[in-house]
């Protein structure tokens, strides 16, 4: 293979599986103090794409309930990514308050919760395709402004082109991952998270509101769903409804090859598996996700606790 061709596959790599990290993230941050799947994550994914699509003014097709709507502003790419993917995020408070703590409270099995979760998404996935359909969305080609639609990083005998949108991808979620790397680590939100992640009786004896950490940790969750939709969006489209479905699946993939409950495991995993797909050739790209789950297979046979987990130890 070609060396320019082996860095573009490498730079699209990523790319992908800086999304498939940062989608990962939410899914980590919940089993981290709960214990639980959200498998209402990937319906916010879906969520957080059509809410920045409707904020840039962009208008809905002529099927379901709101037909034909478009809303009377036009915000820019990234303050309607910011704007939506803040609206994901309530959305996975009302989740949390909803679907989870009434179970959180009378102690109910963690696979009930897990049911709870599954049926939430399976209500948000079919309400928006009662409401706007279920055809596929194109943002618009303006969206990063005047952006060039690629940019080579070889030379013009040999050409490396990368798509904008990919270092867009790339470099939002590499600031959000160092950000909310360098929060958890450093800053007392942080510690009390991660107090609560370890200890929710003791946490809550030493002072801090557990509920409190709860729900931030959704909203967090939920947001970074919310931000990971709208970019895969905005790369190849919202391809409808269930849009999140495939990406909830790789991030199951994501935090088992990382290791549950760990964070940089929850970014090497989606580093990982991006990179991977990458490498599939074109006339096999229909089994890149066979690729990604055959890795988690070895991952599991090998090593079950996942690259950067540990062992659960039960106490008897």
Same mark, same amino acid.
């Given at each position: 293979?070609d060396?320019?061709?082996?860095?573009?596959?490498?730079?699209n790599?990523?790319?992908?599986?800086?999304?498939?990290?940062?989608?990962?993230?939410?899914?980590?941050?919940?089993?981290?103090?709960?214990?639980?799947i959200?498998?209402?994550?990937?319906?916010?994914?879906?969520?957080?794409?059509?809410?920045?699509?409707?904020?840039?003014?962009?208008?809905?097709?002529?099927?379901?309930?709101?037909?034909?709507?478009?809303?009377p502003?036009?915000?820019? @790419?990234?303050l309607?990514?910011?704007?939506?993917s803040?609206?994901?995020?309530?959305?996975?408070?009302v989740?949390?308050?909803?679907?989870?703590r009434?179970l959180?409270?009378?102690?109910?099995?963690?696979?009930?919760?897990v049911?709870?979760?599954?049926?939430?998404?399976?209500?948000?996935?079919?309400?928006?395709?009662?409401?706007?359909?279920?055809?596929?969305?194109?943002?618009?080609?303006?969206?990063?402004?005047?952006?060039?639609?690629?940019?080579?990083f070889?030379?013009?005998?040999?050409?490396?082109?990368?798509?904008t949108?990919?270092?867009?991808i790339?470099?939002?979620?590499?600031?959000?991952l160092?950000?909310?790397?360098?929060?958890?680590?450093?800053?007392r939100?942080?510690?009390?998270?991660?107090?609560?992640?370890e #200890?929710?009786?003791?946490?809550?004896?030493?002072g801090?509101?557990?509920?409190? @950490?709860?729900?931030?940790?959704?909203?967090?969750?939920?947001?970074?769903?919310?931000?990971a939709?709208?970019?895969?969006?905005?790369?190849?489209?919202i391809?409808?409804?269930?849009?999140?479905?495939?990406?909830?699946?790789?991030g199951?993939?994501?935090?088992?090859?990382?290791?549950l409950?760990?964070?940089?495991?929850?970014?090497?995993?989606g580093?990982?598996?991006?990179?991977?797909?990458?490498?599939?050739p074109? #006339?096999?790209?229909?089994?890149?996700?066979?690729?990604?789950?055959?890795?988690?297979?070895?991952?599991?046979?090998?090593k079950?606790?996942g690259l950067?987990?540990?062992?659960f130890?039960?106490?008897?």
């Amino acid at each position: 293979m070609d060396i320019s061709l082996l860095l573009q596959n490498f730079l699209n790599g990523l790319s992908i599986g800086s999304i498939y990290a940062i989608f990962a993230l939410g899914y980590t941050l919940i089993f981290s103090i709960l214990g639980i799947i959200n498998f209402a994550h990937g319906a916010l994914f879906t969520l957080g794409a059509y809410f920045t699509y409707a904020l840039m003014g962009e208008a809905f097709g002529f099927n379901g309930l709101l037909a034909n709507l478009q809303l009377p502003i036009k915000l820019p @790419f990234f303050l309607a990514l910011l704007i939506g993917s803040t609206l994901a995020g309530f959305v996975g408070v009302v989740i949390e308050y909803i679907a989870f703590r009434p179970l959180r409270k009378r102690k109910a099995d963690p696979l009930l919760t897990v049911v709870s979760s599954l049926g939430v998404a399976l209500i948000i996935v079919n309400l928006i395709q009662y409401l706007v359909g279920a055809e596929s969305y194109t943002f618009p080609s303006n969206t990063y402004g005047n952006l060039p639609a690629a940019i080579n990083f070889g030379s013009s005998d040999k050409p490396i082109p990368i798509r904008t949108v990919q270092i867009v991808i790339f470099v939002v979620c590499g600031s959000i991952l160092s950000l909310l790397t360098y929060a958890i680590n450093f800053s007392r939100f942080g510690k009390a998270m991660r107090a609560v992640a370890e #200890d929710q009786v003791t946490a809550s004896l030493l002072g801090i509101n557990t509920n409190l @950490f709860i729900v931030s940790t959704f909203f967090i969750s939920s947001f970074l769903a919310g931000l990971a939709g709208t970019l895969v969006g905005s790369s190849v489209s919202i391809s409808g409804p269930y849009l999140g479905i495939t990406f909830g699946l790789k991030g199951l993939a994501v935090i088992v090859l990382g290791g549950l409950g760990s964070i940089p495991g929850a970014v090497l995993g989606g580093l990982i598996i991006g990179i991977t797909e990458a490498f599939v050739p074109a #006339d096999y790209s229909a089994y890149k996700d066979a690729v990604a789950f055959s890795i988690l297979l070895m991952m599991l046979l090998i090593k079950p606790e996942g690259l950067l987990g540990r062992r659960f130890i039960q106490k008897v």
